[in-house]
């Protein structure tokens, strides 16, 4: 994954990058506006993080035109935490996430996988496991052995798309918590349950063989019912 960071604080940008090397991503640091622009129009990255206050063009100039040249990838915007208009005006420029500084390190980095994780664009329109189809389009949920289908609301079909595409995987209520909100906040963590209860009554109401199998103190895993 290859990460640019236009930051002109050196104290910033040199922790942060250090950060995300640890992190195994790939970064590119750049501490002037124009050249970032420079950057984002000639090379491609998987993620771009954008200071506000930047010498030479701010970070929501640079969002703007580089919206305006069809560069779609994911931006997340460095704010100062009592500029509410930069938030604004970051999200109306086209950035699709922001951070407030001073921000922890483990934010940013749940913000980055929520990131890269919607740009990621879906293979197949249709996910299976046993006698289970997905559709990713209509969120109907199948059951082939009897034909029975139900429609999923939006978090259930997150959780299960979760599943789906992380097969014999299990999956920790943290996981599945930045899933479902799309950012890592542990007031959130106590409502997995119910949603996953939600999803498991899906999966009988259709009749489904496979079912969401809670591994005390490790996670949840979804696996075919043992008759
Ligand atoms: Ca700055």
Same mark, same amino acid.
Request: with cysteine; charged share 30%.
């Given at each position: 994954?290859?990460?640019?960071?236009?930051?002109?604080?050196?104290?910033?940008?040199?922790? /942060?990058?250090?950060?995300?090397?640890?992190?195994?991503?790939?970064?590119?640091?750049?501490?002037?506006?124009?050249?970032?622009?420079?950057?984002?129009?000639?090379?491609?990255?998987?993620?771009?993080?954008?200071?506000?206050?930047?010498?030479?063009?701010?970070?929501?100039?640079?969002?703007?035109?580089?919206?305006?040249?069809?560069?779609?990838?994911?931006?997340?915007?460095?704010?100062?935490?009592?500029?509410?208009?930069?938030?604004?005006?970051?999200?109306?420029?086209?950035?699709?996430?922001?951070?407030?500084?001073?921000?922890?390190?483990?934010?940013?980095?749940?913000?980055?996988?929520?990131?890269?994780?919607?740009?990621?664009?879906?293979?197949?329109?249709?996910?299976?496991?046993?006698?289970?189809?997905?559709?990713?389009?209509?969120? /109907?949920?199948?059951?082939?052995?009897?034909? /029975?289908?139900?429609?999923?609301?939006?978090?259930?079909?997150?959780?299960?798309?979760?599943?789906?595409?992380?097969?014999?995987?299990?999956?920790?209520?943290?996981?599945?918590?930045?899933?479902?909100?799309?950012?890592?906040?542990?007031?959130?963590?106590?409502?997995?349950?119910?949603?996953?209860?939600?999803?498991?009554?899906?999966?009988?109401?259709?009749?489904?063989?496979?079912?969401?199998?809670?591994?005390?103190?490790?996670?949840?895993?979804?696996?075919?019912?043992?008759?």
């Amino acid at each position: 994954m290859r990460i640019l960071l236009v930051e002109d604080e050196s104290r910033m940008s040199d922790a /942060l990058s250090e950060l995300l090397r640890l992190e195994a991503y790939d970064v590119v640091v750049c501490d002037d506006g124009i050249a970032g622009l420079a950057l984002i129009l000639d090379e491609v990255f998987d993620i771009i993080i954008l200071d506000v206050m930047l010498p030479g063009m701010s970070g929501l100039e640079i969002t703007e035109r580089a919206r305006k040249h069809q560069i779609k990838t994911p931006i997340l915007m460095l704010t100062a935490r009592t500029e509410l208009d930069d938030k604004v005006r970051g999200l109306d420029s086209g950035a699709d996430d922001y951070l407030a500084k001073p921000f922890e390190t483990r934010e940013l980095l749940a913000r980055l996988r929520a990131l890269l994780r919607r740009n990621e664009a879906p293979t197949e329109d249709i996910l299976k496991f046993c006698d289970i189809e997905l559709n990713l389009n209509t969120f /109907l949920l199948v059951c082939t052995t009897n034909s /029975l289908f139900v429609r999923l609301s939006d978090k259930e079909f997150r959780i299960l798309e979760y599943f789906l595409s992380n097969q014999k995987q299990i999956l920790t209520r943290e996981q599945l918590a930045v899933r479902i909100w799309g950012y890592e906040h542990e007031s959130e963590y106590n409502k997995v349950e119910v949603y996953l209860t939600f999803t498991r009554k899906k999966l009988q109401y259709i009749g489904a063989s496979v079912e969401i199998k809670a591994l005390r103190g490790i996670g949840y895993e979804l696996r075919k019912i043992n008759v």
